[in-house]
């Protein structure tokens, strides 16, 4: 059994990868958008 929290423990690390380079693309839109100003 200790492979499904080795699986949810894979699963959470990938998400928040994926999150926090969805939140660095959209940081640095948003910072392009404010310098063109």
């Not at 929290?5 to 839109?29: D, Y």
Request: net charge positive; no cysteine; hydrophobic share 60%.
């Amino acid at each position: 059994m200790w492979y499904f929290s080795w699986i949810l423990g894979i699963g959470v690390a990938l998400a928040f990868g994926i999150i926090n380079v969805m939140w660095l693309e959209a940081r640095r839109t948003a910072d392009a958008a404010k310098a063109k100003r």
